[in-house]
């Protein structure tokens, strides 16, 4: 399995970001995928996550509307498209895969990870 975050960048309050994950060595279809970030000193959460299907999809309430969670199974490719960015957003941004076709009951244990991406909000 292999995971590649890419996207990221310096943004201004109040700007936009689509961050990408190509993804590799499984089949993509069949599993949940996620967004977690790790901010300075803090500890690494959830973001967003989305079904095999792409049906059924969770967002962290610090979100609140602004971040969208896709995927194409045509390319194998994760999306996090990110609005209304906030210094608070800074941080890095990690793919995960779910070993399962659910996050259902395991948001936080995805059995694989990618190196992240960087997105520092700043004026």
């Known amino acids: 399995v292999h995971l590649v975050e890419s996207g990221g960048g310096l943004a201004q309050p109040g700007g936009s970001l689509r961050l990408s994950c190509a993804a590799s060595?499984?089949?993509?279809?069949?599993?949940?995928m996620g967004w977690f970030r790790q901010a300075p000193g803090e500890e690494r959460e959830p973001v967003a996550a989305?079904?095999?299907?792409?049906?059924?999809?969770y967002y962290a309430a610090f979100v609140k509307g602004r971040f969208t969670v896709s995927k194409d199974d045509a390319k194998n490719t994760l999306y996090l498209q990110m609005t209304n960015l906030t210094a608070g957003d800074t941080g890095l941004y990690y793919c995960?895969?779910?070993?399962?076709?659910?996050?259902?009951?395991?948001?936080?244990?995805?059995?694989?990870w990618g190196q992240g991406t960087q997105v520092t909000v700043s004026s």
């Open positions: 995960a895969k779910y070993n399962e076709r659910s996050w259902y009951g395991r948001l936080h244990e995805p059995d694989y």
């Open positions: 060595g499984f089949t993509f279809s069949s599993y949940a």
């Open positions: 989305t079904t095999w299907s792409g049906g059924s999809t």
